[in-house]
Every structure is written in structure tokens, then in C-alpha cells.
């Protein structure tokens, strides 16, 4: 069965954005680590030379003339843009089965969906065709499929990836952020997208984007809310191996808080 991660691709252009890479780094001189690194963008976002079409038929007429700005900031590292994503329908909808472009797939049993709406980065993340790719998150559209294809995904804080650039789908709670393979690779990615921009004033008066002590073992100090009636929720197996992560996680400092959501 296809994959169908992606749905746009510019072979020309991805030959020549290698090309330059691999000079830098033979001449000592690469933009960033992420120079020459694979980056798959779900086609919400804009990105120059290819049309948006938001996974349906009626949008997309003309290719972007301008990069969102968290393309920009990839490109301006020298990351190896690969293409357009596929993805849910207009973003509405978990599975990622969609009826224009076909299903993505999932890499680990083509048999099975990727969850969406962010579909295509999941898949084409979890078949290697990069470390790390770019979604986008209403209603759990990165973390879905990345929890489906055992990748890591992040929805960032609001207003902390400026959205300049994707479609206005639901501005109040769909934020940009990575799908990686690893935490380490979704933490570089977020530290290159982040940030303030001018041309997203919610993104404004932030506090500067840190790494700081992102990887360290003790998680004294970090709090988890869960709404038990929720979190139980689920298959008992799934609700055990969650209970045995946050029980891990306990055990390196965190703090269990109950949460009520009205």
C-alpha cells in the first residue's frame, strides 16, 4: 500500500537545496545543525513555490509567493524542505483519511491510519524521512498521529510559534509545532520555530525561548494535571501503560495534581 505522506513534491528544488547544503558543509560554513536536514511541512502552512491547499480541492489554486514564518526560519537554517504533508481534510477530523488525496498510512502497519489531522508529517516522520517535520494542532492534530506512529509531537504554548502564514483555521487553538522522532529532535525544532515575530502580535512579549535544563533526569518542580474520569477513559491496556509512564515519571520528582475540566 502507498504511504501518501506527502501530496506535493519539487524534485528540482529539493536536488538544488541539497546541493547547497553539501557545498556548506564541505565548506565549513553550515547555516545551523539543522542544514541539510529533512523537513517535511503539513500543507497548511505556506511555503514558497507550492500552492496550500489545506488537504481539500477547492484551495491551493496558485503556489505561496512567500514562506510562513516558521518555514522562513527552517529555510534560513538550511533546512531541507521536502515537500507538502498530507493531512485531514481542512484539518476537521483524527484519523487522517482523506478522500482527495488518499489516506496516509501508517509506516509501522500500513494496514492502520496515522490519526490527524497532521497525517503525512507523522507518517513520512515515522518512515525516516526526516527527524523532525512541521504540523499543526486544534484539537490534538499533532499529538494524535504522532502518538499513533510512535513519534513525539508537540503543541506548543499559545503564542509561542508565530502562526503567520498557516490558514486560518481556528486561530484560538490551533498552534504550528514539530513532530520528531526523539524529544531531543522536537526540542531543536521548537527552539529554531519559536520566538517572537512581528507579524503575529500574540506571539509578542513572550518570554524568550530557552532550553534550559530540558533534559535533566529530575523532574522536581513540573506538575501533571489529569482528569481521571477522562484518562480511564480507554482500553485497560492503554490505561495501564499511561499509568506506568506517569508512575515513572513521579518517580524522577514530578508532582500529581487532579484536575477538574467542567
Known amino acids: 500500500r502507498p504511504l501518501r505522506a506527502f501530496i506535493a513534491q519539487d524534485a528540482a528544488d529539493i536536488r538544488e537545496q541539497a546541493k547547497e547544503s553539501a557545498a556548506r558543509w564541505r565548506a565549513g560554513t553550515p547555516l545551523s545543525p539543522f542544514d541539510g536536514v529533512p523537513v517535511p511541512v503539513k500543507d497548511e502552512v505556506w511555503m514558497r513555490g507550492y500552492p496550500t491547499t489545506g488537504g481539500t480541492t477547492f484551495m491551493g489554486g496558485a503556489a ?3 514562506d510562513a514564518t516558521i518555514v522562513g526560519r527552517l529555510r534560513a537554517a538550511g533546512a531541507l524542505l521536502v515537500g507538502k504533508a498530507n493531512m485531514h481534510e481542512f484539518g476537521l477530523g483524527v484519523t487522517g483519511i482523506n478522500p482527495h488525496f488518499g489516506p496516509a498510512r501508517n509506516p509501522y502497519d500500513p494496514s492502520r491510519i496515522t490519526g490527524g489531522s497532521s497525517s503525512g508529517t507523522a507518517a513520512a516522520v515515522g518512515a525516516g524521512f526526516g527527524p ?4 499543526a494542532d486544534g484539537g490534538g492534530s499533532i499529538r494524535i498521529p504522532a502518538g499513533l506512529c510512535g513519534m513525539v509531537g508537540l503543541k506548543p504554548t499559545y503564542g509561542r510559534v508565530s502562526e503567520h502564514g498557516a490558514l486560518d483555521i481556528c486561530w484560538s487553538v490551533a498552534h504550528l509545532g514539530p513532530i520528531g ?10 527552539a529554531l520555530i519559536a520566538g517572537e515575530d512581528e507579524h503575529d502580535r500574540n506571539t509578542l512579549c513572550r518570554p ?15 506538575r501533571i494535571g489529569i482528569h481521571t474520569a477522562w484518562f480511564e477513559d480507554a482500553d485497560p491496556d492503554v490505561v495501564a501503560g499511561c499509568r506506568t509512564l506517569v508512575d515513572q515519571l513521579c518517580a524522577a520528582g514530578a508532582e500529581l495534581c487532579e484536575v477538574d475540566v467542567p
Do not use: F, M, N, P
Open 132 to 135: 523532525v517535520g512541521i504540523g
Open 208 to 222: 524568550r525561548v530557552s532550553l534550559k535544563d530540558y533534559a535533566k533526569d529530575d523532574l522536581t518542580g513540573v
Open 64 to 66: 505561496a509567493k512567500e
Open 181 to 190: 522522532a526523539t524529544a531531543a529532535d522536537v526540542a531543536a525544532c521548537y
